[in-house]
């Protein structure tokens, strides 16, 4: 019988979920979003210590208009339309210093 080896996680404070599925953006802006995100955590010191973010494709939210879209967990906020420059403000304002950015949010839990 084959050993189950269970895989291991780093910690991390926040989980950031990209969509780039198809139908919530037609020229793959939800791909290059996440592309970004990598430099932009890092630039932020994000990527590592006790606020640390991990990041996450998904091809697919459920809720195709105005994307792209993210999820920040364990928040429960959505964000649709998100922009490079829109990404900049959420790292700052909702990762950062903790506080959701109402404006761009279009559903919480």
């Given amino acids: 019988m084959t050993e189950v080896i ?3 996680m780093m910690d991390y404070h926040r989980h950031i979920l990209v969509c780039i ?3 919530c953006t037609e020229n793959g802006e939800g791909q290059a979003l996440y592309d ?3 430099e932009k955590l890092k630039a932020s010191s994000l990527d590592k210590g006790d606020l640390r973010v991990k990041k996450t494709r998904a091809t ?3 809720t195709c208009k105005s994307g792209p879209l993210i999820c920040i ?8 339309d998100v922009t490079s420059e829109k990404l900049d403000r959420i790292i700052e ?3 950062i210093q903790g506080e959701p950015v109402a404006e761009y949010i279009y559903h919480q839990t």
């Fill in 6 to 8: 269970k895989p291991k």
């Fill in 21 to 23: 599925g198809d139908r």
């Fill in 36 to 38: 970004e995100l990598k």
């Fill in 60 to 62: 697919c939210f459920g």
């Fill in 73 to 80: 967990q364990p928040d429960g906020v959505w964000y649709y």
């Fill in 93 to 95: 304002q909702h990762l």
